[in-house]
T-cell receptor, first 117, second 115 residues
Framework: GAVVSQHPSRVICKSGTSVKIECRSL??????MFWYRQFPKKSLMLMAT?????????EQGVEKDKFLINHASLTLSTLTVTSAHPEDSSFYIC?????????????FGPGTRLTVL | AQSVTQLGSHVSVSEGALVLLRCNYS??????LFWYVQYPNQGLQLLLK??????LVKGINGFEAEFKKSETSFHLTKPSAHMSDAAEYFC?????????????FGAGTILRVKS
């Protein structure tokens, strides 16, 4: 099946620094990628939807200047957490959708655990 | 707005016993419903989905779920649990009326299988 990778799997950074997380579709072209945040014992919350070559659409309450999303190619999307603070510590998961398929064809990455000290 | 409630953050069953994971949803339009499974350090994998048609849907690994509109439920079942079923399970809903709409997830249920 389709595979989505994320890098890094874990990252620890100091408060005030920026962290970039990569999401790649390994064997298909992803016209749309989604970024989720998962808090302990809570749901995955959609942060933003990114379409290749256009600006990301952010969910209500998500700071777009804080969480920069770039989807420059059909196989790569990046999430940059700028000026990270301890409250940004979380598990970030991306998913990718192939072509013009419907909502049931999202393929998920394994997630990135971010810890901000 | 759509929402999903999964009853029970942890469920424990014996190997060979029935697995029942509960999911109730709220949606103002006919929903698309999904169950995903997440193993440690892995991505979410689609178990099964309901879009339209038959309300009893069968998925991978022997799981099935039934869409009950009157009860706004989409409970996941498996007749006989296997040790390899131990994982976290997420129910999700999507607004099927809009093409490519986003998924709204429940909080997840961790399934433990005892030998």
């Amino acid at each position: 099946g389709a595979v989505v990778s994320q890098h890094p799997s874990r990252v620890i950074c100091k408060s005030g620094t920026s962290v970039k997380i990569e999401c790649r579709s390994l064997d298909f072209q992803a016209t749309t990628m989604f970024w989720y945040r998962q808090f302990p014992k809570k749901s995955l919350m959609l942060m933003a939807t990114s379409n290749e070559g256009s600006k990301a659409t952010y969910e209500q309450g998500v700071e777009k200047d804080k969480f920069l999303i770039n989807h420059a190619s059909l196989t790569l999307s990046t999430l940059t957490v700028t000026s990270a603070h301890p409250e940004d510590s979380s598990f970030y998961i991306c998913s990718a959708r192939e072509g013009l398929a419907g909502p049931d064809t999202q393929y998920f990455g394994p997630g990135t655990r971010l810890t901000v000290l | 707005a759509q929402s999903v409630t999964q009853l029970g953050s942890h469920v424990s069953v014996s190997e060979g016993a029935l697995v029942l994971l509960r999911c109730n949803y709220s949606s103002s339009v006919p929903p698309y419903l999904f169950w995903y499974v997440q193993y440690p350090n892995q991505g979410l994998q689609l178990l099964l989905k309901y879009t339209t048609g038959a309300t009893l849907v069968k998925g991978i690994n022997g799981f099935e779920a039934e869409f009950k509109k009157s009860e706004t439920s989409f409970h996941l079942t498996k007749p006989s649990a296997h040790m390899s079923d131990a994982a976290e399970y997420f129910c999700a809903v999507s607004d099927g009326a809009e093409y490519g709409n986003k998924l709204v997830f429940g909080a997840g249920t961790i399934l433990r299988v005892k030998s």
